[in-house]
Structures are given as C-alpha cells and as structure tokens.
C-alpha cells in the first residue's frame, strides 16, 4: 500500500512538473485546438510596464500564498502596495506573463487567449513592440499582466506571437 502511494505521488509531481515546464518554455505544435477556448473567461487583473523581472516569464499560481508572494515580488510590501485581488481558486487560476526588460516604451504583453484541446491547454500570449521608426521613449521597461482563467488540470504551455505596432503618438 506504501509502494502504491510513493508511484502515486511520482506521477502526480511528474505530471505537474511537466505542465510547469511546458507552460514556461512553450509548447509549438500546429495541431488544431478548436475543441475548446475558455479566453471569454479571461479577465484582467493587472497590468503595467515596471515588473522586477528581467526575461520573459511565465507564471501560474494555484493559491492565495503563491498569489501574496507574487504580489510581493511584484509591488513590495509598502503602504501604497496595491490590494491583493480576490481569487477564487476553487474556480479559477492566475497567469501571470512577463516580457523582460526592453530598452524603449512601446511594449505591450498581453494574454489574448486561452485554447484547449483534450490534452493540453495553451495560453496565447501577444507581445506588442514598437515600430524601429517610432519615436518611442528611451527608458527601460519591463511590461506584464496577470490575469484569471478558470482552473483545469489540463497540462499548460503558451504561445507567443510578437507584433510590431505603427507609429501613433507617443510611445509610451
């Protein structure tokens, strides 16, 4: 019964890790996923251009402890920190997508979808950067988004599609 629980717990942390892994270095695969898109169910949480995070990054987080350290890492613990949101975790998950430091304002990252199929989910993630010839501000950023989606135990991977945005204004 002993050996039993111990193969048990092995798969389960293999299955988990090998989400995680997928999830973080992304999945490529042309295979259609129309068999399900929850992106309707998609909702911001925050978003800005000032994360402590210098590659691009991904994030899940499953509880209220990893979801009080992220916001942590994210804001610090200052009288101005910004209200922990809450989640549902019974219901839902946080995404949470990093573009790295870039040397300019003009980037945008976004989580633009979520597609299922019955073997895996992928988080499609879009980064938006500024046109060569804008006019963007010369200061480094570091732009993310957090987001909720609903909970599943389908294996996460993500997709990253970059776009290159025209000249409009300021490039902020």
Excluded at 136 to 161: G, R
Aim: hydrophobic fraction near 35%; charged fraction near 20%.
């Amino acid at each position: 019964m002993k050996k039993d629980l111990l193969i048990l717990a092995g798969i389960s942390i293999g299955a988990i890790a090998l989400g995680s892994v997928l999830f973080i270095y992304g999945y490529n695969s042309s295979e259609s996923l129309a068999s399900g898109n929850a992106s309707s169910e998609l909702a911001v949480v925050t978003r800005g251009v000032n994360a402590p995070v210098v590659a691009r990054k991904n994030f899940v987080i499953k509880n209220e402890k990893d979801l009080k350290k992220l916001w942590a890492f994210l804001y610090g613990d200052t009288p101005t920190t910004p209200k922990l949101p809450s989640v549902d975790f019974s219901r839902q998950e946080v995404i949470a997508v990093f573009a790295g430091e870039k040397p300019t304002g003009g980037y945008v990252i976004s989580v633009s979808g979520i597609k299922n199929s019955s073997s895996h989910r992928v988080v499609v993630v879009t980064i938006d950067e500024p046109d060569p010839a804008c006019n963007a501000k010369k200061e480094q950023t570091s732009p993310y988004e957090i987001v909720t989606i609903p909970s599943s135990t389908l294996p996460l991977t993500h997709k990253d599609t970059v776009m290159t945005k025209t000249c409009t204004g300021s490039q902020s």
